[in-house]
């Protein structure tokens, strides 16, 4: 399987529960829509929480100043299921539906998007 990981930054006029609430209430929504045409196979989003004991626990000995307010995640079959939707002009219009979507709440020049492929290393 394929992934995408997207490490986003909510847009600066936004609280951090407005940001969440239109991430999963309008965009999930959104994103689940198009899932079809785009070959998507499983969509996630995690939400980052305010605990600023646990937060400081793992960032500080790392040195990690900055977090990100939530990860989306999103897997395909192959590289094949992902770039052939895109050819079609039905996947190329849903791409730009999430993309301008997107820009109304995620900071997307302070975010990050890369594909990856899991590798288990345990699982119990």
């Known amino acids: 399987m394929l992934k995408c990981i997207y490490c986003v930054r909510k847009l600066p006029h936004l609280s951090s529960d407005d940001f969440k ?31 600023p004991m646990l937060n400081a626990a793992a960032q500080q000995p790392r040195g990690i100043t900055e977090m990100y307010d939530g990860i989306t995640e999103v897997w395909w079959e192959s590289v094949e299921a992902l770039a052939a939707p895109l050819q079609t002009p039905e996947g190329q219009e849903a791409n730009r539906i999430l993309s301008e979507d997107e820009a109304r709440f995620v900071d997307c020049a302070n975010s990050a998007i890369f594909f990856s492929i899991e590798h288990t290393i345990f699982e119990f």
């Open 21 to 51: 609430n239109y991430w999963l209430n309008q965009h999930g929504p959104l994103v689940k829509s198009h899932a079809k045409t785009l070959g998507m196979k499983r969509y996630v989003q995690s939400h980052t929480i305010n605990e």
